[in-house]
């Protein structure tokens, strides 16, 4: 909705993240038992726990760094991290959608990813997506090696 901001539409609903970072110095090993620990329930008040130095195998350094992720509304500064698709937003999306194909097919521009779809999407669907369009509007062949990456 950024893109097309002087047009009038109403601006579509996403939620925020807050990411709250703690370090942990002279502990060595993990803290957690992998590099993303979801909590799906209403126990805690974040929803997930990341370890970044799962990534890179570091289980033998002294010290760690983790960051939990608090859901919340979007405020005027945050980035849309997570759509909202109740009623309203889907309607006030297809006319963001409408606008997106007018302009596609009147400059060199193609939307893609979360934003684009207003759907939220794991990374490797965003790549995905990515490649999907790339290949659409390229006129380039799939890649015949990767099959079962596409529909």
């Known amino acids: ?9 109403e601006k579509l609903e996403y939620r925020g993240i807050d990411f709250i970072e703690e370090r942990f110095f002279g ?3 993990y803290r957690q038992p992998a590099a ?26 002294p010290h760690t760094i983790t960051v939990k992720e608090v859901s919340k509304p979007m405020g005027p500064r945050d980035d849309p991290y997570y759509p909202v698709p109740n009623p309203r937003n889907l309607r006030l999306y297809e006319a963001y959608r409408a606008l997106a194909r007018e302009e596609e097919a009147r400059r060199n521009v193609t939307f893609v990813g979360r934003l684009a779809n207003y759907k939220y999407f794991n990374m490797d669907e965003t790549i995905v997506n990515a490649l999907i369009i790339f290949y659409e509007t390229s006129g380039r062949p799939r890649m015949a090696d990767m099959p079962e990456f596409f529909p």
């Open 36 to 61: 993303v620990v979801n909590y799906p329930g209403p126990e805690v008040n974040f929803t997930r726990v990341v370890e970044y130095k799962h990534f890179l195998h570091q289980e033998h350094t």
């Open 1 to 9: 909705d950024r893109y097309f901001e002087g047009t009038g539409l």
């Open 27 to 29: 502990v060595g090993g």
